[in-house]
């Protein structure tokens, strides 16, 4: 079995695991970091994509306000290329309360949110589509995230400054002598071998599953698994992210990330964070919610439908997900539990995860009794992708245009979609040590678009055979895994014109290039873990509206 040692290591490859490594390598630790799939696989990948100004907490949860707006701050300094500046709404709609507007305003003032009220004329006027019976409008510095992107920067600037980043492995157990925690047996899913690695320290930063490895060594967090599920709209009919101005409710926010609008999302307890339903009362709980923000959103084409699993910490039993605060937590073994070596950081927001990095690493400077000052909310974080950006540096719609237009690359796009050049899926693959096409979609959005892989995934295919020079099995098992993936999400919004589409991406792979038949395994263990299948054909009345 291979053996590592390290200063400290790093559990989770989400926002929350690649921040740490990042302010520990920055800080002069010998860091290494693990995670059971790709960077983004979990959590940090599977939510609405925003950056908060902390206006959705402003009354309810003054303390992840104030965290959220500090943190949105420096984040539009130090990463502006991961981030759009769409700025964000908060409406009042005929179905909310009027008076709320005012506990808004006072609560955005208490928490330092920016917030100054608009005409409905000019909100109509910048967002045409929304409901033109809103009475209230509220701006606030809400911004779109690219959360697949603000990883893969963590961890290069962490690569930078010295530390290991291992994906694709899954920790098995920890390994404890005595009254310490002295590191943890992995399984490299690649080699399909166990490594263990010894530590000074071990930092928990697995989100949702923070609890699984905590028990490994007789230790209980509790930490709630609220899954949050989610409908992308297959155009942006929005550029503002939109909120409603109520109290957090399921179905009442709508983001613009990239090309597609997300409807969000729905707070259920989930009993595992790995294997869970998308039901159909939630999706169409979103459609009937978004509704209210953009009258005929119900009759526009859907892309799909996706579940995340937020790691919600609470030591006292409530009774809604949503009671629980959005705060972050760390939990220090050795006072809590009388385990030394071993640090567990939880809850929080994708917005708040470099300040949970920071708070960890001053306490693992705390622990080997030294001083070192954090700099990661001083210091950019490097621009992988280097596309065209607005004059401030951040993302805008265009870039990809923009590129292929000025270098007249109109015959290499791999996916039409998302405006993917073979040389980005040759990059994905030679320099992103991409695993599978799941991993480059993280990278560069391959399938991402409304035909969902049906015209890019044979064409990744021919060229991971041609970079990898591999048997001809890899590429079909990596196709399959990679077309099931994309199936994963689509099951939940099968009407219209995405069944339309479906059916013709099952005609070509199918029908045409036999896929089904190809030789080779029909699934990898690098495949997709697959949705449970519903429960619910209705909303229940709970949930009605």
């Known amino acids: 079995m291979p053996k590592i040692q390290t200063e400290v290591l790093v559990i989770g490859g989400g926002a929350t695991g690649t921040g740490v490594v990042r302010d520990l390598a920055m800080r002069g630790f010998k860091s290494l970091l693990v995670e059971r799939r790709d960077l983004s696989h979990g959590t940090t990948g ?10 959705r907490y402003a009354v309810k949860d003054p303390e992840a ?10 984040l539009r300094r130090i990463m502006p290329h991961c981030l759009e500046d769409t700025g964000g709404y908060f409406v009042t709609t005929p179905w909310d309360d009027p008076a709320y507007g005012d506990r808004f305003q006072q609560g955005c003032r208490d928490t330092g949110v920016p917030c100054e009220e608009i ?8 967002e045409p589509l929304l409901n033109p019976q809103i009475s209230r409008c509220f701006r606030v510095p809400d911004a779109g995230a690219d959360s697949f992107l603000a990883s893969e920067c963590n961890a290069a600037s962490a690569r930078q400054y010295g530390a290991e980043i291992r994906t694709y492995h899954q920790v098995k157990k ?7 925690v002295v590191g943890a047996v992995c399984h490299d899913l690649v080699k399909d071998e166990d490594v263990t690695i010894y530590a000074d320290m071990v930092v928990n930063a697995a989100g949702a599953w923070v609890g699984k490895i905590a028990h490994s060594v007789g230790v209980e967090v509790r930490v709630i698994a609220g899954k949050g599920t989610m409908v992308a709209i297959a155009h942006r009919v929005l550029n503002t992210v939109v909120n409603r101005c109520k109290m957090p409710a399921d179905g009442d926010i709508i983001v613009p990330v990239h090309t597609v609008a997300i409807i969000g999302t729905t707070d259920v307890r989930a009993a595992d964070p790995e294997h869970f339903a998308i039901e159909p009362w939630e999706v169409q709980l979103m459609l009937d919610e978004g509704e209210k923000l953009v009258p005929g959103v119900k009759q526009m084409r859907m892309l799909r439908a996706w579940g995340g699993v937020r790691p919600l910490y609470q030591e006292t039993t409530v009774a809604d997900t949503r009671d629980v605060t959005r705060a972050y937590t760390l939990l220090d073994h050795a006072r809590r539990d009388g385990l030394e070596g071993f640090i567990t950081i939880t809850g929080g927001k994708w917005t708040t995860y470099r300040q949970m990095a920071e708070v960890v690493a001053d306490r693992v400077c705390e622990k080997f009794g030294t001083v070192r000052e954090c700099r990661t909310h001083l210091e950019l974080l490097p621009d992988l992708h280097k596309e065209p950006r607005t004059t401030s540096g951040h993302y805008y719609l265009g870039s990809r245009l923009a590129r292929t237009e000025k270098d007249k690359k109109y015959g ?7 405006l993917v050049l073979q040389e980005d899926v040759e990059h994905a693959i030679l320099q992103g040590g991409a695993k599978t096409f799941d991993d480059i979609r993280r990278d560069v959005r391959l399938g991402m678009g409304p035909c969902q892989g049906g015209f890019c995934t044979y064409r990744a295919a021919g060229i991971w055979h041609t970079l990898r020079k591999g048997p001809v099995t890899e590429a079909n098992v990596a196709l399959r895994d990679f077309l099931q993936e994309r199936w994963k999400g689509l099951m939940p919004i099968l009407w219209g014109d995405q069944l339309k589409q479906e059916r013709l991406d099952e005609l070509m792979y199918l029908s045409v290039l036999n896929a089904d038949h190809l030789p080779g395994p029909t699934a990898s263990r690098l495949g997709p873990t697959m949705y449970e299948p519903g429960t619910l054909e209705e909303i229940p009345a709970s949930a009605r509206h």
């Open 119 to 126: 005409s409905i004329s000019q909100m109509l006027k910048e």
């Open 412 to 418: 290499e796009l791999v996916c039409e979609c998302e």
């Open 65 to 74: 306000a104030v965290e959220c707006i500090q943190e949105n701050t420096i």
């Open 46 to 55: 599977r939510y609405h994509g925003l950056l908060h100004s902390g206006g």
């Open 174 to 180: 920890l390994l404890r002598q005595g009254d310490k």
